[in-house]
């Protein structure tokens, strides 16, 4: 079918050259996507999406996402549909690329800094960047109505299936016979949850034929756009566009990255706002030099022309529970650790983007291929950038990098950029969201440029063998316009990621109590755990303390989780004996695990040298210092889940706790080709340990920390969504103070949980980490007295971490007063429009959510915004997991989108 040129809202349109098909006319030809169909016609006009801050035609860009009738403020267009990076297979191994310590040391000191000395010799990594393009497409599948793609937590879509066609291998090449599909074998190992699959697509030609006919197949590409009568978040207005790649297996090649866009964002004129005037010159009689008036209204362009929405701020988002997150003005530095890449590199490397070429020939996938004859085909590092043009960001060159997802957004075209002026994020502009729903299969990573009107959407594989075919994680791509979300424009796509993985948050509940950690770190013993948790009983009528936490200590070594420290703890039973007296007391006990990590000097690493993570180059990866170095435990290693899963089921069955706080979890994932299985990604590495973890776990409540953040969504209970805290406002020496990334400080710690406060009761509850109310920090009355009031508005976890016998009454009762907790989750209204390093500055509080029993006094109250209203019936019935007072019921939330509701004054 056709679609209506006269359909108001959002529209997808593939730029084709020519039809694949042979009965349609050679050129004025296009692909359409929008949610009232889908459609591959000659008929669409020629529309060329114009903007202020670039000039794009119609042979420059190959999609374009846009309003298909009026003029949008934001639209989108990528110049490629999709580039992949390959290597030869047997380079991504770890004997192909190991080196000496001894060699790799001469080549980084003096065999890079002295002319006269040679660099030794090593192996290179030859990498071939390949674009599909649309003049590579096959052909093109609508798929519409009642046998329209189903996405978990979007719902049914509209969609297009693009094949490409094979840039290499032929139908003589063969596989083998052995199982590809190594994650579905390891299911059978374990009795793991079953996931489901994300979506009904159907299986792709080369999982329907012999292995004789595999390799004739290219790549897959999908878009899908949800269609108008799906159940699902921000349909109207501002539906999102999805896709995703499904490539075929090849024992040649490993993939190393996928760019799935590499786009541009077009700025367009403000449709309610009009033209700007010149300045007029000041009367100057006296020829006095006078200063000429400013216009009310200020443009991207020196020229007097419409006002436009230019972008102001990006919203980054962090590898994992410590890494940086938050809003930057546009122009300004990312926040970065301030400790060598030795000491900090692991806590925030997620996906790597290695898309440059290194040569030029897909010859280089014949395992006969001749290096030695065939030099001239080697890029040089000085051809490199020019090699490269296409892909201008890379890991590089790029400005912003962010985990997972990015939202680029605008404080609006009247907004007055006043440093005492706090913008508010409702009275901005529009934003855009793009980024991954999962990452399960791939680390995601989105790279922008400065000015933030470029950006690429990268999948990360790092060398994995395409052995057993590979599929991207859906991307996402939404423009939310200002009038379509109230102050979260992420509201939308948190909200689909969370049903996506299929998080419940709201399954258990609040997590508050005591940890062990800050007071008396690695040095607890039986006995100071049991004096605390008498006091925590105590208090329990003023505190509502519903958890006692043991942290790390009680173990001679990481790894060796059954060896408890002589002199400190029983031998026989003492975990058991700790968790039946926290329990007896009222209260759920806790403890701390590292299950893939563990110490260089443990039983386990002696025992095990085959379970550690290798780097390239052969040695055992660096997992980062938190004070010491350990080793990480390769999670594609089945006898690394067993030990996971024994441990876990360990602590749960025979010690008895019922709350499992599991730390470091990133070290399962280490970026390295040493492992046990090159054909599963970093993330799949993830995933497959979390399903382990949550297997063993049962109904515990799970704590998540030090874990990537997309990857544990629907896995955990509770995650921690911050560095460490500490007993400073900033980091202590010999810690830099001017580090505001991941080193333990309050500072730090604020600013995440309140820039990650969207996410709380969404995905999981936020852990912000503990409170110190003790005097013996460095922190002032009043640090102590913000931290613990922006904890209890922002409705997560919260728990103390002091010697309960030496705090005073006076910081006590700072706790006090903050309970019993709401369970509901203030919104930052600045988010988007800090200009301080991330830190949102003003927080709104609403008392209840709005549920069908207070519509009569929410209508009354939200009169001005009666799109506030309209939405919350509209959306009645889409409501699910979601923050709630205590005493309501989920299914009569009527809008789990609007704050608009009833508060405190």
């Not at 008929?43 to 060329?48: C, K, L």
């Not at 390959?86 to 002295?114: D, I, M």
């Not at 700007?276 to 022309?305: G, H, I, R, Y």
Request: net charge negative; hydrophobic share 35%; with cysteine.
């Amino acid at each position: 079918m056709a679609i209506s040129s006269s359909y108001a809202g959002w529209i997808f349109r593939l730029n084709l050259p020519q039809q694949p098909a042979k009965e349609a006319p050679p050129s004025g030809y296009y692909a359409e996507l929008c949610p009232q169909g889908a459609s591959v016609t000659s008929n669409a006009s020629n529309t060329v999406i114009s903007g202020n801050n670039s000039n794009v035609t119609d042979t420059n860009w190959s999609w374009s996402y846009s309003s298909s009738t009026e003029p949008s403020r934001w639209n989108v267009t990528s110049s490629t549909l999709l580039s992949i990076t390959y290597r030869p297979a047997q380079e991504a191994v770890g004997g192909y690329t190991s080196v000496s310590l001894g060699k790799q040391c001469w080549n980084s000191s003096v065999g890079s800094c002295c002319t006269k000395r040679r660099r030794v010799p090593t192996r290179q990594i030859h990498r071939v960047k390949v674009t599909y393009n649309v003049e590579d497409i096959a052909r093109i599948e609508p798929v519409e109505g009642d046998e329209g793609v189903w996405i978990r937590g979007i719902g049914n879509c509209h969609a297009l299936r693009i094949h490409f066609k094979p840039k290499f291998g032929s139908s003589s090449d063969t596989f083998d016979d052995e199982d590809t599909n190594s994650i579905a074998a390891a299911d059978e190992s374990f009795d793991l949850p079953h996931m489901g699959p994300p979506d009904n697509l159907q299986s792709p030609p080369w999982k329907l034929e012999s292995n004789e006919t595999k390799m004739k197949w290219g790549p897959i590409l999908t878009f899908a756009i949800p269609q108008h009568d799906a159940k699902v978040h921000a349909v109207h207005e501002c539906p999102p566009l999805l896709w995703k790649v499904e490539h075929p297996p090849n024992p040649r090649v490993a993939v190393d990255c996928m760019t799935l866009m590499e786009g541009s964002l077009h700025t367009c004129p403000h449709p309610d706002i009009p033209k700007l005037q010149p300045p007029k010159e000041a009367a100057n009689e006296d020829n006095v030099e006078v200063e000429m008036e400013k216009p009310l209204l200020t443009s991207t362009n020196a020229s007097c022309c419409d006002v436009v929405d230019t972008p102001t701020n990006v919203y980054i988002h962090g590898y994992q529970s410590w890494s940086f997150s938050g809003s930057v003005v546009q122009g300004e530095k990312q926040p970065t650790s301030a400790m060598p890449d030795l000491f900090s590199a692991a806590f925030n490397r997620g996906g790597v983007v290695l898309s440059k070429p290194t040569c030029s020939d897909l010859d280089a996938f014949d395992v006969e291929y001749d290096w030695e004859e065939n030099e001239d085909k080697i890029i040089s590092n000085a051809d490199l950038s020019t090699a490269d043009l296409d892909d201008g960001l890379n890991e590089d060159t790029a400005y912003y990098k962010s985990d997972m997802f990015a939202c680029i957004s605008s404080n609006g075209a009247t907004s007055k950029h006043d440093e005492e002026l706090i913008i508010l994020d409702e009275e901005g502009g529009p934003a855009l969201i793009v980024g991954f729903l999962s990452q399960r299969e791939q680390f995601g990573m989105v790279l922008l440029d400065s000015d933030l009107n470029r950006f690429n959407l990268y999948a990360c594989h790092e060398g994995v063998i395409a052995k057993k075919g590979l599929s991207t994680d859906w991307a996402y791509c939404q423009i939310v316009d200002s009038s379509c979300y109230d102050e979260e424009a992420m509201v939308y796509y948190v909200h689909a990621v969370g049903d996506h993985n299929l998080a419940t948050p709201m399954d258990k509940g609040l997590t508050t109590g005591w940890c062990s950690w800050y007071h008396y770190y690695e040095n607890i013993d039986h006995d100071s755990l049991a004096q605390n948790a008498h006091i925590l009983e105590q208090k329990k009528s003023t505190i509502g303390f519903n958890v006692c936490l043991i942290d790390d200590g009680y173990m001679t070594a990481w790894g060796d989780w059954t060896s408890l420290k002589p002199g400190k703890f029983s031998k026989d039973g003492g975990m058991r004996i700790l968790a039946d007296a926290i329990r007896s007391k009222g209260m759920k006990p806790g403890v701390w695990l590292a299950p893939f990590a563990c110490d260089k000097k443990s039983n386990l690493a002696k025992d095990h040298p085959d379970w550690i993570i290798r780097n390239d180059s052969g040695r055992y990866a660096n997992s980062a210092n938190c004070g010491k170095f350990f080793y990480g435990l390769d999670a594609t290693n089945p006898a690394v889940r067993k030990h996971v899963y024994d441990t876990i089921k360990r602590a749960v069955d025979e010690w008895g706790f019922d709350v499992l706080k599991l730390d470091f979890l990133y070290a399962s994932c280490l970026a390295g080709n040493g492992k046990y299985d090159n054909t599963m990604s970093r993330a799949e590495a993830m995933h497959l340990g979390l399903r382990t973890i949550r297997a063993a776990a049962k109904d515990a409540f799970i704590i998540g920390c030090g874990c990537p953040i997309g990857s544990a969504v629907g896995f955990v209970d509770g995650m921690r969504v911050s560095c460490d805290t500490g007993p400073t406002w900033v980091p202590a020496f010999p810690l830099p103070s001017s580090d505001n990334a991941t080193l333990p400080a309050l500072r730090g710690m604020l600013r995440n949980t309140m820039s990650r406060a969207p996410l709380g009761h969404r995905w999981w509850h936020n852990d912000p980490d503990c409170i110190l109310l003790g005097e013996s920090t460095k922190l002032t009355d009043n640090e102590v007295v913000s931290a613990a009031s922006i904890v209890a508005m922002t409705g997560g976890m919260f728990l103390l971490s002091d010697d309960m016998q030496k705090v005073s009454d006076k910081r006590l009762n700072v706790a006090k007063r903050i309970f019993p907790l709401t369970g509901c989750t203030a919104v930052p209204l600045d988010l988007h429009s800090t200009i301080n390093q991330g830190m949102p500055s003003v927080l709104r509080l609403w008392c209840t959510e709005r549920t069908n029993s207070s519509v009569e006094k929410s209508e009354s109250a939200v009169s001005e915004s009666p799109k506030n209203v309209a939405s919350g019936r509209l959306l009645k019935d889409q409501a699910s997991k979601l923050e709630y007072e205590v005493g309501y019921s989920p299914e009569n939330i009527i809008d789990p989108y609007s704050r608009e509701r009833s508060c405190f004054t």
